[in-house]
């Protein structure tokens, strides 16, 4: 709904169904219109339509800007011409539409070459539809909408030379007193202010909604468990060094005193696994997401590079393999007997073989998660999949996408 | 287009899910006073797996990349969490039966083999493998870029085109 009562930017090549005012300025034959041509530098080369199409949405606002200025000082004689421009005033509203609507809808369509067409025409013969995809076109014309009285223009306007690469109807926008708004086919007056006041409100509503995106959740999601991870790392390496220290303490000196250590503990060892495998579990998944572990190609380069966060998933990975393996005399020391006891599981001499190598992987373990620690406290701030997931895709393969370009 | 209340909702029952695997995973050799503890504790779970595997399609069929008809590029991109799932579903459920199987009479006794033990290494890191994977593809499904057209979808269509 833009008050666009100015050029006839069309004269060149008019529309068939509706004839278009003359137009008061010599400027604008300069710029190319009908839509056939229009059709020619987008289907040849779309990247370069592209850049067009963003030069031209990056230089309209300022020109739209200007334009009311620099048309004063050109003509201060034009007050003649209000009537006229209210007549004109519909067909230009129209255009304007369809150069909106196809300016930002049509950006991805022709990027890769497939013609436009149908797109406008559907876009034209549907100008008022309000679908959720055109809500982000309708709060521009809603911001359009609040222009002070002051910079209303009853003057004759015309509008500055548009060097346009892109070949859609430019017209320049300029603010009248009433807004044409299309009511059954026919464009009928409003008052501004009234409509101001009920796109205010629609403007109120969707500034709320977009506000928390689904990739708003998934990234405050992501974040949360990176602070869990960050917990359970050093969680895991305190819980591991107090349970070596026990171990050793119970164990007697060089480990002489193991009976002790197997009555003792036998009521720690079950839940301490259990407790590790959560930790682990945990720390791992945190360690992987911080490496991208999904791109397996860039974690295993990370690894040779001896990235520090690479090295600690590994390290975590290994601990969790040696801990799982311990699960069998975990439960072993968990169901202790004395030897003496009928159906014993601790048959007597059984106990040094079986403890030694438990006691082995659990000091290596907890050599393995204290080393994580150090590594990923050395950078905690690092996290690759919050950078790859959350960033373009389109950057993933670079090489790819140039050879499609090449090859069309 | 994901409505982002739908999508925290559906996060959060994913995330719970997880949370219940990860749960009995630690937790459900001790919890073993009685053997139809860890019986069901064992159903839930892997239910609670199935009901993660369905609503992964579920949200897959969701996208507008799905609706456009372009699944081998949705596969191609979540094969890994696809195939962990399906393997870690296996492999729960041969530990699950195994180990009941052991311990319906006496829950108290010791069932470990040198089988059972190797067995029970590959489904837990399985589990941490799809714990990862999965958690990943749940976070994923919300970006926007899955649920319209995008230059970037154009992109990948001709990738898959070639």
């Given amino acids: 709904m833009r008050a666009e009562p100015g050029p006839g930017l069309e004269v060149g090549h008019p529309h068939p169904p509706r004839a278009l005012p003359p137009v008061p300025s010599a400027t604008q034959d300069d710029i190319p219109l009908s839509r056939p041509k229009k059709k020619k530098p987008r289907t040849k080369n779309p990247p370069a339509s592209l850049e067009g199409l963003a030069q031209t949405a990056a230089r309209r606002p300022s020109e739209s800007s200007e334009a009311p200025i620099k048309e004063l000082q050109e003509h201060p004689e034009a007050p003649v011409q209000r009537r006229q421009k209210k007549t004109r005033l519909p067909l230009e509203l129209d255009t304007s539409f369809t150069q909106k609507k196809t300016s930002s809808s049509s950006l991805l369509r022709n990027e890769n070459g497939i013609d436009a067409e149908p797109d406008e025409e559907a876009v034209v013969q549907k100008p008022r539809r309000k679908t959720k995809k055109a809500q982000p076109v309708e709060v521009q014309y809603a911001n359009e909408l609040g222009v002070e009285d002051e910079d209303v223009i009853t003057d004759e306007q015309s509008p500055p030379e548009q060097p346009s690469v892109f070949t859609a109807p430019t017209g320049i926008s300029q603010p009248v007193g009433k807004v044409f708004v299309e009511k059954s086919r026919r464009f009928q007056a409003a008052d501004r202010s009234v409509l101001i006041k009920t796109t205010e409100n629609l403007d109120m509503s969707m500034d709320m909604k977009p506000s928390w995106t689904t990739r708003d959740v998934a990234l405050s999601v992501h974040r949360t468990f990176r602070m869990i991870g960050l917990f359970s790392h050093g969680f895991l390496a305190g819980c591991a060094v107090w349970n070596i220290v026990v171990i050793y303490v119970l164990a007697g000196d060089q480990l002489s005193n193991l009976s002790n250590l197997l009555q003792q503990y036998k009521t720690l060892a079950y839940p301490f696994q259990s407790l590790l495998y959560l930790l682990l579990a945990l720390s791992t998944v945190s360690a992987f997401d911080r490496i991208d572990f999904a791109k397996t190609l860039v974690a295993i380069r990370n690894f040779f590079a001896l990235d520090p966060t690479a090295l600690a998933s590994f390290l975590y990975f290994t601990a969790l393999t040696l801990s799982l393996s311990q699960q069998m005399t975990s439960d072993r020391i968990h169901l202790y007997t004395p030897s003496s006891v009928n159906g014993s599981l601790w048959a007597a001499g059984v106990e040094e073989q079986t403890l030694h190598p438990w006691i082995v992987v659990n000091l290596v373990v907890t050599l393995l998660v204290g080393l994580s620690w150090i590594f990923l406290s050395y950078r905690p701030g690092m996290d690759l999949s919050e950078e790859l997931m959350f960033s373009s895709d389109v950057e993933e393969y670079p090489d790819k996408d140039t050879g499609i370009k090449a090859s069309s | ?162």
């Fill in chain 2, 1 to 162: 287009m994901l409505q982002t209340n739908n999508y925290s909702l559906v996060l959060a029952l994913q995330f719970l899910l997880l949370s219940y695997d990860l749960f009995v995973n630690s937790f459900s050799e001790l919890l073993r006073m009685a053997p139809v503890i860890q019986l069901v504790l064992f159903i839930i779970q892997d239910i609670a797996v199935l009901f993660n595997i369905i609503i992964i399609f579920l949200m897959f069929f969701n996208t507008f990349v799905f609706q456009a008809g372009l699944v081998s590029l949705l596969f191609r991109k979540f094969k890994g969490t696809i195939i962990l799932t399906a393997v870690y579903l296996a492999f729960s459920i041969s530990l699950h039966v195994w180990i009941m199987n052991l311990r319906w009479k006496d829950s108290n006794s010791f069932v470990w083999t040198d089988g059972l033990q190797t067995l029970f290494v590959f489904q837990r890191l399985a589990a941490v493998l799809y714990c990862y994977f999965y958690k990943r593809t749940a976070v994923r499904l919300g970006d926007p870029r899955f649920y319209q057209d995008s230059l970037w979808l154009r992109k990948e269509f001709m990738q898959v085109r070639r």
